[in-house]
């Protein structure tokens, strides 16, 4: 299993902290099989196949990207902490995350892991940005 940690921007850390999100409580880990996303009480687990394409992205604007989001263009999920950047995962059958529950189903999330490229290099993804 590899394991990559979430970025913080220090500005962040302490609201984030009272929601539980702390860099102990995120991370992004891929194994041989899975792909599994948590951020804090929220997690995401799906196949690591079900990932059909990668996309660079940012800096972001802070409300866009602090924190758990909904897209409300696409439906997406982003669980950020950082503005700097990170990357959106594209799956192909839509997955739960956000909502308990499992009826809120996401086709993308987006996370700010401390390297992108990395992420995007071991998933092995050729849509990159």
């Known amino acids: 299993m590899t394991r990559f940690p979430f970025r913080f921007d220090p500005v962040f850390r302490p ?18 099989r899975d792909l599994m996303i948590r951020y804090g009480p929220w997690r995401l687990r799906t196949d690591r196949d079900n990932v059909t394409a990668v996309e ?7 409300w866009r990207a ?6 409300l263009a696409d439906g997406g999920v982003t669980f950020g902490s950082s503005t700097a950047g ?15 529950g499992g009826r809120l189903r996401h086709p993308a999330a987006t996370v ?3 390297d992108p490229p990395a992420l995007a290099r071991l998933l092995a993804v050729a849509d990159l940005s």
């Open 66 to 71: 602090i924190g758990p989001h909904l897209s």
């Open 15 to 32: 609201a984030l902290a009272l929601v539980g999100v702390r860099p102990a409580s995120a991370w992004v880990a891929v194994t041989d």
């Open 56 to 62: 660079l992205s940012g800096p972001y604007r802070w």
């Open 86 to 100: 990170g990357i959106c995962l594209r799956f192909g059958v839509p997955v739960p995350a956000l909502v308990p």
């Open 112 to 114: 700010t892991v401390a």
